[in-house]
Structures are given as structure tokens and as C-alpha cells.
């Protein structure tokens, strides 16, 4: 299957990663139609969980969002965020950024990953700025890959990174990000997590971040 959709979700719980079910749930969105693959993700300092995926379609992306994903935030009695990203639209520009969802392979596993959402809107995605970010971005300390995302029916732009330590991580997220933004005058959201905890978990569900 090829990948044409992005979700990203958070669950607003703090928990180990040890404690939360992650068995259960793999078996459960291994089921989803349309499902790729899960890389599982672990809030540094809140201890959230989340997930960042593929899907074969945005029609199934969609139904993971407004079906699946809601009921297992019911059951854990949390409240959720979700979003669903064009993947066609910025394969390109991932592409160029060592993206680990299109096929980039790494000397090391990541230790951390980041999320970043900027609160613009761009639609065409290609008309974006992604390419004066790409060489800014590519000098960052332990940056290892990014995969852009770019939001449906909003074109908000944001990226799903992958970082050598967590320390790099933090940096990128609180230094450099902020000044970023600070250039497009925009609002933005920015989680970091903890891969090491993750990363049986999202083996099982074939991250590409562990191929």
C-alpha cells in the first residue's frame, strides 16, 4: 500500500509507557483499514501518548479519526487530539528531508522525536516555504529527518522530526523553532517524546523509523 495520509493523535493522559496497553491497542489498529504503519509516541515531562501514522487514503484516515481513535480516548476516560495530513502534497519536500516514511534509512535510532504544527494556512502546500526551510533546517543539531505535514482542508503546515537525543530535541523545539515562526508571525504547537520508550511498541507496529 502507498502511503497518501498522515494522522497524528495525543491522548491527554500521563502515564509510564510501561502502563499503557500498547499490545491491546496495536492488535485493535493493526484492524483499521487502510492502516501503513504507527510510530508510537511518549511526552517528555507530561507523559502523554500519541501516535503518528500512515494511511493508505484519506477516506481511511478519516474514519480512523471520526470512528476508532475517538473510542479508545472514551475508554481511557481522556480527552483527544487528532489530525489528518495530505501526504501526496508534500512527499516532495519530505523527500528531501531524509524522510524515514519514504524510505531514508539512519546509521542510529532516533531518541526522540518532535512535532510541530504552525498556525497558517498555505494551499497549495507546494507554494509553501518549505524550500528556503529545508537548508536551515538541515543544519540542525541531531536532526536525523522530517516529514512535512500539511493539514487537511486547514493547509496548516507543520512536521513530524526525528532526533538523535532528546537533548537535541528540547533545543530545536525551544530555541530554534520559536524563531521560525517568529519570522512567519504565526502561532505554532510544539511536542516533544521520548523514542527509546517507545520503540518495541512501534516496531510492532512497522515504523519506518526502525526498518
Do not use: C
Not at 71 to 97: N, P
Request: aromatic share 16%.
Amino acid at each position: 500500500m502507498s502511503q497518501n495520509a498522515f494522522v497524528y493523535t495525543e491522548l491527554q493522559i500521563s502515564a509510564p509507557f510501561d502502563q499503557v496497553p500498547w499490545q491491546r491497542i496495536n492488535n485493535a489498529i493493526k484492524a483499521q483499514p487502510g492502516f501503513i504503519n504507527k510510530t508510537w509516541l511518549s511526552g517528555v515531562g507530561n507523559l502523554s501518548a500519541g501516535g503518528i501514522y500512515a494511511f493508505d487514503s484519506v477516506v481511511n484516515a478519516q474514519k480512523f479519526v471520526t470512528g476508532y481513535f475517538p473510542e479508545e480516548a472514551k475508554g481511557f476516560g481522556v480527552a483527544q487530539t487528532t489530525r489528518v495530513f495530505d501526504a501526496i502534497a508534500t512527499r516532495e519536500a519530505s523527500l528531501d528531508m531524509n524522510s524515514a516514511h519514504y524510505g531514508a534509512k539512519f546509521d542510529q535510532i532516533p531518541g526522540a522525536f518532535v512535532y510541530t504544527e504552525v498556525q497558517l494556512h498555505v494551499l497549495p502546500f507546494d507554494n509553501g516555504p518549505w524550500r528556503d526551510f529545508n537548508p536551515i533546517l538541515k543544519q540542525q543539531p541531531g536532526l536525523l529527518s522530517k516529514t512535512w505535514l500539511s493539514g487537511l482542508h486547514t493547509g496548516t503546515v507543520g512536521g513530524f522530526y526525528a532526533f538523535d537525543t532528546i537533548e537535541n530535541a528540547k533545543r530545536f523545539a525551544i530555541d530554534y523553532f520559536p524563531t521560525e515562526t517568529k519570522a512567519l508571525n504565526a502561532a505554532f504547537y510544539t511536542r516533544v517524546f521520548d523514542a527509546d520508550a517507545t520503540k518495541t511498541a512501534s516496531i510492532d507496529m512497522a515504523s519506518p523509523f526502525y526498518a
